[in-house]
């Protein structure tokens, strides 16, 4: 694998810009998205045809002419039709090519039948048939001709919009329940090319249940997210869920269908606004996070009928906690605060002793909220622990980075013996605020 970094720049996020349409404006785009979808079906029939095509031009060919004239779809979306039904079988293709390798016991059936498109989507492309106007207004274009219509949303997003951000793929998007269009469109933010040098300092950054996160730096200073009020949630929509489950009538399966949908954007708020508290009180930093994919292992102890009452529940918790979301929220949004992730090993973050080093089990007593070592008797809150033992390893990657030039985002879980040597040099790590390793490399970087 290359040693490279993978750039940070530029950052694409996605603003979600809230459209405000007249009644006669909003006929209009329902009309354009209900002929863009039946035109999506039409085409993707006619892609299934032809040897269910991937050939973008091939298409465009056979359904052209058509699209123009049955669907009365301008001519930008004609194109863009073809190039999401190409997209999309190319998708499904390359699942069957992995079914067929990876010799899943089930074969991917995507292919079998003709692709349905279902929900309400169209592709604007920008400066073609959509366009930002002053005033924070936007053209689109519907069967109608051009719409302008005022849009509201974050205010960084629109900071961006209004400084020129690379404007990519635009999204419209229905959201049913509310009966309200959005346009979802994806800036590109140019945060310059990476450099050890541009960060002035590490932070470790512990992700887990009874927090949410814990953050901690060099100088000492942590930041606790709380767990406590999403646990509650959670507790409750699990609840609501076995009892809908439990019914299992049609209006059941659809107050379960807006049950996930709500418990999904709860957590995708929570997840946004921790990321944003720690990169904000840790701007210009290396942040540091565990490679995620030991997390579930690491976490998910006994799954069996043996597991207790208290420890399903601990389960279930764990694997909804979606740690992914806040990793590449957290991943997506560091560039904008000067800053930069980095994963690190998660092996013993929880059990090493930052000061000794001394690493075991039973440091953390019937897994409490105390940390205590067996050999040095350091004491301290166990959330900490870990994040200062991930913030020392960041420190780690930041001074590789610093002497080779090369930095490397760690954890490969195939090379075994450089992962051996990492966790090495992590267990020659100590903490103490004076002789901050932090100190070192900043004086080992600096000027
Ligand atoms: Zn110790």
Redo the contacts with the bound molecule.
Sequence with gaps: MSQRSESPSPTSITAKLKLSLTPEQKTALDRTVLAYREALNYASEMAFQNGKTTNQAKLHQLVYPTLRERYGLPSQMGCSVSRTVTAAYKAQWTKVKQSKTTKQVRRHKGLDHVMRFVSRTLTYVYGRDMTFKMGQRISICTLEGRIVVPYEGYNNHLAWIAAGAKVGESKLYYQKSRKQYYLLVSLGVDCGEARPEQYTQAVGVDVGQRYHLAAANPLGQTLFVSGKQVRQRKDHYARRRRELQQKGTRSAKRRLMALSGRERRFIADANHKSSCQVLKQFSQSMVGIEDLEHIRQKTERRSSAKASTKQKRANRRRSQWSFAELHSFLSYKAPLYGSLLVKVDADYTSQQ??????TTRA?RKNGGLLFC??????TLHADLVGARNICMRTLSVWQAWTDTGCLSFAPGVSDVETKAERLLRYSELRWSPDTSPGCAVRSAVGH
């Design positions: 002793c930052p000061k000794c080093g001394h440091n070592c067996e050999e040095c008797a350091y």
